[in-house]
């Protein structure tokens, strides 16, 4: 047999290959190995019906926190990969310098998905749910350089979560310590905004071409767009020169208002993620395709939508060989129905909008191989007394 497997009359969806309309997809030990209109079924040893359904690469979620077990937010990948078609995720800092070696070893090694991380300025990372920020004995730029040269398959960035909770005090030290290690080891720096202080204006001077700003839609204090809807000049300067946007849904981090002033400016994200987690997994995120749907209903077109999940997250984290259907790359494959129907979604303040369509995960294939379903883990302790708590904070009645 040629392929190992054939996926056959889809309508294929590969923004990297430019490729739209109905094709055949084949796999063969593990690699993309032909995709047409009609490759010949008796070559291949298993074949899916995919008629009335769509397939993309699989998705690359740019924000994610899967190092379960060993810090707050950390959710176990595996389970809802096999659920929502995204088979490389990013987590964004879930671990520090101290805990990096059991991110390895207990989320990557562990995880059939692919994982890959943007290494906490901070050495203790997201063990707790904020402050990491507050003590800069924990900002240690020569320590995060070793780690990140010891584990430069893994690690693509540096992350840091600047926010008045997070930074409690110490003002934009943290981010400079960030800008610091990310000069050294010459790779993209992540930066969270939510709350000020520090401000957005003063935030943004620190960040280059190819870093990542993500909660791009953020509600809060510093959100990118002005009282009068209008994205800041300074951010907008920052995009024409290469800033990425990114979405980082969360549970605090995705306003209707602010993503429809954003549309409205011709600026909507360059990378739509999850930023899922313990929490924000519980609604109103729950998953990645659920996210996509929400620009969907906001009219991005389906190519769109996976395009900021998949080739542009890819390019964003220095590995454009991922999020990609061309022949020769790995075989991460997605199957979507696109369901229509009457529907409402929620931002993070529960202001409901309405929608026709709905993007439903129906396989998800890393390597070529189909990920089982498997049930999820409940929520952690912590989260039936928290998430009360974070829903007030953003105003949810
Ligand atoms: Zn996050």
Known sequence: MRYDLLIRDGEVVDPDGELRGQHDVAVAGGTIAAVAPSLPADEAACIVDARGQYVTPGLIDLHTHCYWGATYWGIEADPVAARSGVTTWLDAGSAGAYSFAGFRRYAVDASRARLFAFLNIATIGLIARTYELSNLDYCDVGLGAAIVEANRDVILGIKARIDRDTTRGTGLEALRRARELADRVKLPLMVHISTAPPRIADIARLLRPGDILTHCCTGHENRL?????????????????????????????????SAEAML??????????????????????????????????????????????????????????????????????????????????????????????????????????????????????????DLPAVQRLHGRR
């Open 225 to 257: 767009v002005d009282g009068q809807s209008r994205v800041h000049p300074f951010i907008r300067e920052l995009g024409q020169q290469g800033l990425i946007l990114d979405l980082g849904h969360g549970t605090g981090s995705f306003s209707y208002a």
């Open 264 to 385: 409205a400016e011709g600026m909507p994200p360059d990378v739509i993620s999850s930023d899922i987690h313990q929490l924000s997994v519980l609604g109103p995120m729950y998953d990645l395709p659920t996210t996509l749907s929400k620009f969907l209903n906001l009219g991005l077109s389906l190519p769109d939508v996976i395009a900021r999940a998949t080739a542009r997250p890819a390019a964003a984290m220095g590995r454009p060989d991922l999020g990609t259907l061309r022949v020769g790359a790995p075989a991460d494959i997605a199957l979507f129905r696109l369901e229509e129907g009457s529907y409402t979604f929620h931002d993070v303040f529960m202001q409901p909008r309405r929608g026709r369509v709905h993007l439903v995960n129906t396989a998800t294939y890393v390597g070529g191989t189909l990920l089982p379903h498997a049930p999820e883990r409940p929520p952690a302790p912590w989260v039936a007394a």
